[in-house]
């Protein structure tokens, strides 16, 4: 079976707003799909949920066979779900590279026991997660900035740098926030390059972007979102020709 993610019936209220109406998809394994929409139409709270920042009011959400409806963000995160923000969320007055050491998952150094003994063995693990790490950047193209502070960087390396962070997590599904939004074009060419790679690495991508001519370019398939409702689902080109996206969103 290829499929990665199942969300079921999902239900969501704030305050008697509807963020989500008994939304329903599927994601499977090695595909970019896009999420589309008008601001409010659900798609951030629908990340928020898939990644336990938010519980549900009802429905539930499979990954990998587990349900993870009610998890906290770290276990979901053990599972292999990673994520970027539209605040970044970097540790600014850390360098680069201490900001990817860290979403390296299962580190021995994180066990208290290893701390004290600082043997072999996370001495063998930090040079390797420092190795990946820099190869990462490198494969970014921002090796040269590794021990420049987060904070120093320009806002489309910020961008760059989050998601090389999910990278480094191993996360075999990556939910992208904008990650283009903002920035100048040679970075979003960038970007864009390396997220059309994802799935050749084993990777799958749900992407929130507004950029139409981006999503076009990078996914497989497109849901439609609006007032917390899945409208229209498919091709990019299926999506943008059909007659209630163009009235809710595109025309």
Same mark, same amino acid.
């Given at each position: 079976m290829n499929e990665l993610l199942k969300i079921q019936n999902c239900n969501k209220h704030f305050n008697g707003i509807t963020a989500l109406d008994d939304f329903s998809?599927?994601?499977?394994?090695?595909?970019?799909?896009?999420?589309?929409?008008?601001?409010?139409?659900?798609? *951030?709270?629908?990340?928020?949920?898939?990644?336990?920042?938010i519980?549900? /009011?009802?429905?539930?959400i499979t990954f990998k066979d587990h349900n993870i409806t009610k998890k906290a963000p770290n276990k979901i995160n053990v599972y292999g779900i990673a994520r970027t923000f539209q605040d970044?969320?970097?540790?600014?007055?850390?360098?680069?590279? /201490?900001?990817?050491?860290?979403?390296?998952?299962?580190?021995?150094?994180?066990?208290?026991?290893?701390?004290?003994?600082?043997?072999?063995?996370?001495?063998?693990?930090?040079?390797?997660n420092k190795k990946k790490a820099l190869e990462l950047l490198e494969y970014a193209g921002i090796a040269d900035k590794?021990? /420049?502070?987060?904070? /120093?960087? *320009?806002y489309g390396q910020q961008k760059l740098l989050s998601i090389i962070c999910c990278l480094a997590s191993d996360a075999e599904l990556l939910l992208l926030d904008e990650?283009?939004?903002?920035?100048?074009?040679?970075?979003?060419?960038?970007?864009? *390059?390396?997220?059309t790679e994802l799935p050749t690495k084993g990777k799958s991508v749900i992407l929130i972007e507004h950029n139409m001519e981006a999503i076009s370019q990078v996914c497989n398939r497109v849901?439609?979102?609006?007032?917390?409702?899945?409208? *229209?689902?498919?091709?990019p080109m299926e999506v943008r020709n059909d007659p209630q996206v163009i009235e809710a969103y595109l025309d």
């Amino acid at each position: 079976m290829n499929e990665l993610l199942k969300i079921q019936n999902c239900n969501k209220h704030f305050n008697g707003i509807t963020a989500l109406d008994d939304f329903s998809c599927e994601i499977n394994k090695n595909e970019i799909v896009g999420l589309i929409g008008p601001n409010g139409a659900g798609k *951030s709270t629908l990340f928020n949920v898939i990644t336990g920042f938010i519980t549900l /009011d009802s429905g539930q959400i499979t990954f990998k066979d587990h349900n993870i409806t009610k998890k906290a963000p770290n276990k979901i995160n053990v599972y292999g779900i990673a994520r970027t923000f539209q605040d970044l969320r970097l540790i600014r007055q850390m360098t680069v590279l /201490d900001n990817i050491l860290l979403s390296f998952q299962n580190q021995p150094g994180e066990h208290l026991e290893n701390v004290f003994l600082r043997n072999k063995k996370v001495k063998e693990v930090e040079l390797d997660n420092k190795k990946k790490a820099l190869e990462l950047l490198e494969y970014a193209g921002i090796a040269d900035k590794a021990n /420049d502070l987060a904070n /120093d960087l *320009s806002y489309g390396q910020q961008k760059l740098l989050s998601i090389i962070c999910c990278l480094a997590s191993d996360a075999e599904l990556l939910l992208l926030d904008e990650p283009i939004a903002g920035i100048n074009p040679a970075m979003i060419e960038k970007i864009l *390059s390396i997220i059309t790679e994802l799935p050749t690495k084993g990777k799958s991508v749900i992407l929130i972007e507004h950029n139409m001519e981006a999503i076009s370019q990078v996914c497989n398939r497109v849901i439609f979102m609006d007032t917390g409702k899945k409208i *229209s689902e498919g091709t990019p080109m299926e999506v943008r020709n059909d007659p209630q996206v163009i009235e809710a969103y595109l025309d």
